[in-house]
């Protein structure tokens, strides 16, 4: 059983940027695929970006290409997502989930694991 426990959310204007961690235990977080998704209130969660179990690759929504990095640190079994340039439109709640082995990184119906999230909110 892997738990997932994300931080870093909070309330900030738009232009700025929020660096989001999720910390992992319970389970070998170099065996996961991670990937961070949100969900806007009224909306479907939604994916916002991925990465493989060896970090060589990543993945991202059109949405946040170019103003958003994923990352992680498999020797501090933490994943980051950093935010730049952040606009009204990116206010959700921000979830990290994990996915064993996983390959195909965009579907949430293919994670195993999921955090509590952490509210992001984008002031105009």
């Known amino acids: 059983q892997v738990q997932l426990v994300e931080s870093g959310g909070g309330l900030v204007q738009a232009g700025g940027s929020l660096r989001l961690s999720c910390a992992a235990s319970?389970?070998?977080?170099?065996?996961?695929?991670m990937g961070w998704f949100r969900q806007a209130p009224g909306k479907e969660r939604e994916f916002v970006a991925g990465?493989?179990?060896?970090?060589?690759?990543?993945y991202y929504a059109d949405s946040v290409k170019g103003r958003f990095t994923i990352s992680r640190d498999n020797a501090k079994n933490t994943v980051y997502l950093q935010m730049n340039s952040l606009r009204p439109e990116d206010t959700a709640v921000y979830y990290c989930?994990?996915?064993?082995?996983?390959?195909?990184?965009?579907?949430?119906?293919?994670?195993?694991?999921w955090g509590q999230g952490t509210q992001v909110t984008v002031s105009s």
């Open positions: 989930a994990a996915n064993f082995l996983g390959t195909t990184l965009t579907d949430p119906g293919l994670y195993d694991y």
């Open positions: 319970g389970g070998t977080f170099s065996s996961y695929a």
């Open positions: 990465i493989r179990w060896s970090g060589g690759s990543t």
